[in-house]
């Protein structure tokens, strides 16, 4: 371990019972002035695209050591609020953000002062354990830790937020509250000082919100700044947050501490009837039930509390690095007069793991999450089985027939177009089903984009790979086809090269395309692609269409396994009938327009269409990832 890094676990508590444990090595301050979000929707009665604007011109300050909510009604822009102060996304955002002082503009995609962000969904991994969770998210992000440290430091936070007793419960069986807390832990690993949870109460029971924002309070207490929108707290809920950031129609109404909040609003004219939840109160006058200006009230609230105004945020930063005893190193002159040292103080000191090290624990965990759904790939083995089965029955034989030339064409037909379609469909709807999860686990960066394709890639290339050998081993047999090694041997190469590449084409497809359109448009290619060579000779395709017969990579795999049975000079076949027209090999190729196939060729084009599809797939990703 680095010195650096040992001193920077000092500060956390790492092995050092004299500071307080979990608290993270910087404070945020996050400023923002005038953030304006508008984004041109297609209205169908105008038939054409009309500006939306979310956020009109919001302005506020949120301070380490403090929970704060981002209330207001449904549509008043909290979510869009969030994602962009996060950096999650940042889509017609203008306006201006300042962590620690120090400026990024808002339609910026870059860092938020290491901020990590707990969206709405629960993005776990349901078939790992909470254990296992914790402790592969500590191995990707703390590099520098040993594993004894890792291990301390997630029993530590597990104990933080009332986990341990869950620790080897599989994710899928923890209830909405625990995986709440899962999702807290996971980012807490790197100890963040910038946290944004977007709606952690929805959907829990008033005693599981409860302890959620309890919790939540003790984190920021610890010098973090916590932000979070909340629909609709409690009473007993609202008591714990400490300050307030509420929105209507894309204004803020209130920002400041709830403690001002009523004498705020009563400024404004608007009482909080006895015995009412302020929060409650404070939605329905965001909601316009009480019929009041809304920018007016907004307007004379921030008159009452002065203090709050953006100005005033950094001033409160020596009272609040006193109250977390802050090194002295990291004071507030020092921030607003040194830019480069803000940026690294701001940024997460936890070191992630390389890219090799990333790639062994993306397979690690691939690996524990395929043991416990292995039934997927059983059944695909077991399909693979079965049609070899079905079709070894049906064309018992027909490979050392000459009066079943044509049945066999049929079976090496159906052959590809199987392999071509469990390898597409296999995977189309891996990344679509992946893509939330993997959002949130990128964006927090736990792991670079090569890494986890590679550990993807690593499981499912193999897999196809069995799947074809099962399939082919048993039907080519069973058909009689010739065992020559030269001609077996191509014909299973091709068969799975041929799967292969389809596979890369429908993770292009599930990576590009929404998830309703993939599973409908990987077919119509395979259909598309599968009728030049089969069909349709070359000489028989309309001029506008031969484009698609050379870039058909399903036709190519099929030259190359009928080549493979048929041609190399094959002596005349047994016929066991008074006339068999293809008794002669090179007579049915020359009919079927193979009579010259380019072995190496057609290999190439399916080799370098799997290549050319996976590096699309990997440019696509990466952009839907940083796309802000
Ligand atoms: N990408 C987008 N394109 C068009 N409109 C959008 C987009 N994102 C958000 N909106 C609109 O902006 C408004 C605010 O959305 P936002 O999700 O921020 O509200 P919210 O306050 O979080 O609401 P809720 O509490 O219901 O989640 C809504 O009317 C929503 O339809």
Same mark, same amino acid.
């Given at each position: 371990?680095?010195?650096?890094?040992?001193?920077?676990?000092?500060?956390?508590?790492?092995?050092?019972?004299?500071?307080? &444990?979990?608290?993270?090595?910087?404070?945020?301050?996050?400023?923002?002035?005038?953030?304006?979000?508008?984004?041109?929707?297609?209205?169908?009665?105008?038939?054409?695209?009309?500006?939306?604007?979310?956020? *009109?011109?919001?302005?506020?300050?949120?301070?380490?050591?403090?929970?704060?909510?981002?209330?207001?009604?449904?549509?008043?822009?909290?979510?869009?609020?969030?994602?962009?102060?996060?950096?999650?996304?940042? *889509?017609?955002?203008?306006?201006?953000?300042?962590?620690?002082?120090?400026?990024?503009?808002?339609?910026?995609?870059?860092?938020?002062?290491?901020?990590?962000?707990?969206?709405?969904?629960?993005?776990?991994?349901?078939?790992?354990?909470?254990?296992?969770?914790?402790?592969?998210?500590?191995?990707?992000?703390?590099?520098?830790?040993?594993?004894?440290?890792?291990?301390? *430091?997630?029993?530590?936070?597990?104990?933080? !937020?009332?986990?341990?007793?869950?620790?080897?419960?599989?994710?899928?069986?923890?209830?909405?509250?625990?995986?709440?807390?899962?999702?807290?832990?996971?980012?807490?690993?790197?100890?963040?000082?910038?946290?944004?949870?977007?709606?952690?109460?929805?959907?829990?029971?008033?005693?599981?919100?409860?302890?959620?924002?309890?919790?939540?309070?003790?984190?920021?207490?610890?010098?973090?700044?916590?932000?979070?929108?909340?629909?609709?707290?409690?009473?007993?809920?609202?008591?714990?947050?400490?300050?307030?950031?509420? !929105?209507?129609?894309?204004?803020?109404?209130?920002?400041?501490?709830?403690?001002?909040?009523?004498?705020?609003?009563?400024?404004?004219?608007?009482?909080? &009837?006895?015995?009412?939840?302020?929060?409650?109160?404070?939605?329905?006058?965001?909601?316009?039930?009480?019929?009041?200006?809304?920018?007016?009230?907004?307007?004379?609230?921030?008159?009452?509390?002065?203090?709050?105004?953006?100005?005033?945020?950094?001033?409160?930063?020596?009272?609040?690095?006193?109250?977390?005893?802050?090194?002295?190193?990291?004071?507030?002159?020092?921030?607003?007069?040194?830019?480069?040292?803000?940026?690294?103080?701001?940024?997460?000191?936890?070191?992630?793991?390389?890219?090799?090290?990333?790639?062994?624990?993306?397979?690690?965990?691939?690996?524990?999450?395929?043991?416990?759904?292995?039934?997927?790939?059983?059944?695909?083995?077991?399909?693979?089985?079965?049609?070899?089965?079905?079709?070894?029955?049906?064309?018992?034989?027909?490979?050392?027939?000459?009066?079943?030339?044509?049945?066999?064409?049929?079976?090496?037909?159906?052959?590809?177009?199987?392999?071509?379609?469990?390898?597409?469909?296999?995977?189309?709807?891996?990344?679509?089903?992946?893509?939330?999860?993997?959002?949130?686990?990128?964006?927090?960066?736990?792991?670079?984009?090569?890494?986890?394709?590679?550990?993807?890639?690593?499981?499912?290339?193999?897999?196809?790979?069995?799947?074809?050998?099962?399939?082919?081993?048993?039907?080519?047999?069973?058909?009689?086809?010739?065992?020559?090694?030269?001609?077996?041997?191509?014909?299973?190469?091709?068969?799975?090269?041929?799967?292969?590449?389809?596979?890369?084409?429908?993770?292009?497809?599930?990576?590009?395309?929404?998830?309703?359109?993939?599973?409908?448009?990987?077919?119509?290619?395979?259909?598309?692609?599968?009728?030049?060579?089969?069909?349709?000779?070359?000489?028989?395709?309309?001029?506008?269409?031969?484009?698609?017969?050379?870039?058909?990579?399903?036709?190519?795999?099929?030259?190359?396994?009928?080549?493979?049975?048929?041609?190399?000079?094959?002596?005349?076949?047994?016929?066991?009938?008074?006339?068999?027209?293809?008794?002669?090999?090179?007579?049915?190729?020359?009919?079927?327009?193979?009579?010259?196939?380019?072995?190496?060729?057609?290999?190439?084009?399916?080799?370098?269409?799997?290549?050319?599809?996976?590096?699309?797939?990997?440019?696509?990703?990466?952009?839907?990832?940083?796309?802000?």
């Amino acid at each position: 371990m680095t010195p650096g890094v040992a001193e920077d676990h000092a500060m956390v508590g790492i092995g050092n019972n004299n500071v307080e &444990p979990l608290m993270p090595r910087s404070t945020v301050h996050l400023e923002f002035n005038d953030i304006n979000c508008c984004i041109n929707t297609f209205a169908i009665h105008k038939l054409r695209f009309v500006p939306k604007h979310i956020l *009109k011109g919001v302005s506020g300050c949120f301070k380490p050591g403090e929970l704060t909510a981002i209330m207001g009604p449904s549509g008043a822009g909290k979510t869009t609020l969030l994602n962009i102060l996060a950096g999650y996304s940042t *889509k017609g955002a203008k306006g201006e953000i300042k962590v620690n002082g120090v400026q990024i503009c808002a339609s910026q995609s870059n860092s938020r002062g290491g901020a990590r962000y707990i969206r709405q969904q629960d993005d776990l991994r349901v078939h790992l354990t909470v254990y296992e969770s914790m402790s592969l998210a500590a191995a990707l992000k703390l590099a520098d830790f040993t594993s004894h440290e890792r291990k301390e *430091k997630v029993y530590e936070i597990l104990a933080l !937020l009332g986990l341990s007793g869950a620790a080897q419960t599989v994710c899928r069986d923890l209830s909405g509250g625990q995986k709440r807390r899962l999702a807290v832990s996971l980012e807490l690993l790197s100890d963040p000082s910038l946290l944004f949870l977007d709606e952690p109460t929805t959907g829990l029971d008033s005693s599981a919100s409860a302890s959620l924002i309890t919790l939540l309070n003790g984190l920021a207490r610890g010098g973090r700044t916590l932000i979070a929108t909340i629909h609709q707290p409690s009473a007993l809920l609202f008591e714990k947050i400490d300050s307030v950031y509420c !929105l209507a129609n894309g204004r803020t109404l209130y920002s400041g501490p709830r403690v001002h909040l009523l004498p705020a609003l009563s400024s404004a004219g608007l009482r909080c &009837p006895p015995y009412h939840n302020p929060a409650d109160f404070l939605m329905e006058v965001a909601s316009g039930e009480y019929e009041v200006d809304l920018v007016k009230v907004a307007k004379t609230m921030t008159h009452f509390k002065p203090e709050q105004t953006a100005a005033a945020c950094l001033e409160d930063v020596p009272t609040i690095h006193n109250h977390l005893s802050i090194h002295d190193d990291l004071k507030p002159k020092a921030l607003q007069s040194n830019a480069k040292y803000q940026r690294s103080y701001c940024k997460s000191i936890y070191r992630s793991s390389g890219n090799l090290r990333q790639i062994w624990i993306l397979l690690y965990r691939n690996y524990l999450m395929t043991t416990r759904n292995y039934s997927l790939f059983m059944y695909r083995i077991a399909a693979h089985v079965v049609i070899a089965l079905i079709f070894g029955y049906l064309y018992f034989g027909v490979g050392s027939e000459a009066s079943s030339v044509l049945g066999n064409y049929v079976y090496l037909y159906g052959s590809m177009l199987l392999v071509v379609y469990t390898g597409k469909m296999s995977v189309t709807l891996s990344f679509p089903l992946e893509m939330d999860i993997l959002k949130g686990e990128y964006f927090n960066r736990w792991y670079n984009l090569g890494p986890y394709i590679f550990s993807i890639l690593a499981v499912e290339l193999p897999f196809q790979m069995i799947s074809c050998v099962s399939y082919v081993v048993l039907s080519y047999w069973l058909t009689d086809n010739p065992l020559e090694p030269t001609r077996a041997t191509l014909f299973l190469a091709t068969i799975v090269a041929t799967s292969l590449c389809a596979q890369a084409w429908g993770y292009f497809i599930g990576s590009t395309t929404p998830t309703k359109i993939a599973v409908f448009i990987g077919p119509v290619l395979a259909c598309l692609f599968s009728i030049f060579g089969f069909c349709l000779a070359l000489s028989d395709t309309p001029y506008p269409f031969r484009w698609l017969h050379h870039i058909s990579y399903f036709r190519a795999g099929f030259h190359v396994a009928v080549h493979s049975v048929y041609g190399f000079n094959r002596t005349k076949i047994h016929c066991a009938k008074e006339y068999c027209h293809y008794l002669t090999p090179s007579k049915f190729l020359v009919e079927m327009d193979m009579a010259h196939v380019d072995i190496g060729g057609n290999m190439a084009l399916v080799l370098s269409t799997t290549v050319l599809m996976h590096l699309l797939t990997c440019g696509a990703l990466w952009y839907r990832l940083n796309k802000r």
